[in-house]
């Protein structure tokens, strides 16, 4: 690697979410709740999942991929913004910083594509119910997860490589609470321009043809529901698509809310950031538990059966003292 392609900085420095010294206590206590509520949901829900056989669906497959999705990218923004509170410490390492630019894009990309593919597997569910075993069969879940595994790695890989190419001469300030490509973007004293390219094209494709997936198969189920319209198809839909399309309004239009009515530019990235991080992998836990009545039967059943084995373990204990 020539001289042009050596990095001078061997760190950079986080200036965190815009707060006030004092304010800082009940961040970290905020952000900490949110991060631990975020992590045991989303292992409850991979928990369930796993252990009930009624839920080895192509649906449930998905959503655990998902969860996992959601605790990593929370694990690799946020739970370094509690570190930096809790120490007192800014910086982060160049080789860190940049692992940290490859896991946001890789498991930001596996959401989007996830979304994507739960979609289309309810438009099968609901346009092609009496096929859906055939169509949606195994090979074709795990093909369908390798891809959108493969597709985000592929990504992740290629912005990494363009950005370690650069050179960061002078200023080091990271104005964000972690390592975003945007914001090294315009740190960097080398020509970006090919940067700038590959993220035009990469999120033209790969953002908005997720996004068409989506939109194309609620278009096609509601015009399905709209055919024949009864109370019991709306009901159907609606249980079989509510905490997706929940998910999913939540995904998108936090994003969009915030990038196109926010007034400061500077705290856009933050706002959207903070949301996609720490907030909607909170709540998509609670979503899919609450509105779902496979999860939630699931988890009364293994509830029930952990209170059992305690009564049991108590009432053997007395009978043994009794003795």
Same mark, same amino acid.
Do not use: K, Q
């Given at each position: %690697?020539? +001289?042009? =392609?050596q990095s001078s900085v061997s760190e950079f420095l986080l200036l965190g979410l815009p707060m006030r010294p004092g304010q800082q206590r009940g961040f970290f206590t905020l952000f900490l709740g949110m991060y631990l509520t975020m992590v045991l949901g989303n292992l409850l829900i991979i928990l369930l999942i796993r252990l009930d056989s009624? #839920? !080895?669906? +192509? %649906? @449930?497959?998905?959503?655990? !991929? #998902?969860?996992?999705s959601d605790i990593s990218v929370s694990s690799v923004t946020v739970l370094k913004m509690l570190m930096n509170m809790q120490t007192q410490q800014q910086s982060i390492s160049y080789v860190g910083c940049i692992a940290q630019v490859y896991c946001f894009i890789l498991f930001g990309g596996l959401d989007n594509f996830l979304l994507a593919v739960m979609a289309y597997d309810r438009y099968?569910?609901? $346009? !092609? +119910?009496? !096929? @859906?075993?055939?169509? %949606?069969?195994?090979g074709l879940c795990v093909l369908l997860v390798a891809v959108t595994w493969a597709v985000s790695c592929g990504t992740a890989l290629t912005h990494t490589f363009l950005l370690v190419r650069l050179s960061f001469c002078a200023d080091n300030t990271i104005s964000h609470?972690? $390592?975003? /490509?945007?914001v090294l973007l315009k /740190?960097? $004293?080398?020509?970006?321009? /090919? =940067?700038? #390219?590959?993220?035009f094209i990469e999120g033209g494709i790969l953002l908005f043809l997720p996004l068409g997936v989506i939109l194309g198969s609620y278009v096609h189920i509601g015009t399905i529901i709209l055919r024949v319209p009864s109370t019991k198809g709306l009901y159907k839909a609606f249980s079989t698509c509510g905490s997706h399309l *929940?998910?999913?309004? *939540?995904? @998108?239009g936090t994003l969009a809310s915030v990038y196109f009515f926010s007034s400061s530019w500077n705290s856009k990235d933050i706002i959207a950031s903070v949301m996609y991080a720490a907030v909607t992998p909170m709540l998509n836990p609670f979503i899919y538990s609450l509105r779902n009545r496979d999860i939630k039967q699931a988890l009364e059943m293994y509830v029930s059966r952990v209170n059992i084995f305690k009564w049991k373990s108590v009432s053997s204990l007395i009978v043994v003292r009794s003795k």
């Open positions: %690697m020539g +001289p042009e =392609n009624r #839920l !080895h669906t +192509p %649906m @449930y497959f998905f959503l655990s !991929h #998902l969860a996992f099968v569910a609901i $346009c !092609h +119910p009496l !096929h @859906y075993t055939t169509i %949606m069969r195994e609470f972690f $390592c975003e /490509l945007t /740190l960097s $004293c080398s020509d970006i321009s /090919l =940067n700038d #390219l590959f993220i *929940l998910v999913v309004s *939540l995904y @998108y």
